[in-house]
């Protein structure tokens, strides 16, 4: 897998998902097209976590990293998450 895919993937995944189908650059998978679309719309990190675990293995330390990123977004931990938070308090 490319570095430069799985660096710029935690920050912009469907951007990188989309450039990289554009540029027929998408990593090796087992994915059908439709899910690869589908998930590429609706959950993008959870496609770019199956495309590191099918090239690189979940023993591989970016397996791990973009778990972390995928859980700490959608569990809200970012600046929308935490006014949301913030507006259930009062």
């Known amino acids: 897998m490319d570095t430069i895919f799985l660096v710029l993937s935690l920050f912009l995944p469907r951007t990188i998902l989309i450039v990289y189908f554009l540029l027929h650059q998408i990593?090796?998978?087992n994915?059908?097209?439709i899910?690869?679309?589908?998930l590429t719309v609706f959950?993008?990190?959870?496609?770019v976590l199956i495309?590191?675990?099918?090239?690189?293995?979940t023993s591989?330390?970016?397996?791990?990293?973009?778990?972390?990123?995928?859980?700490?977004v959608y569990m809200g931990f970012g600046k929308y998450g935490r006014k949301?938070?913030?507006n259930k308090g009062n």
Request: glycine residues 6%.
């Open 35 to 38: 899910g690869d679309a589908l």
């Open 60 to 72: 591989s330390p970016w397996f791990w990293i973009h778990l972390v990123v995928a859980v700490f």
């Open 84 to 86: 949301k938070i913030r």
């Open 51 to 57: 495309y590191v675990a099918d090239n690189l293995g």
């Open 43 to 47: 959950l993008p990190r959870v496609l």
């Open 31 to 33: 994915m059908p097209f």
């Open 27 to 29: 990593p090796a998978n």
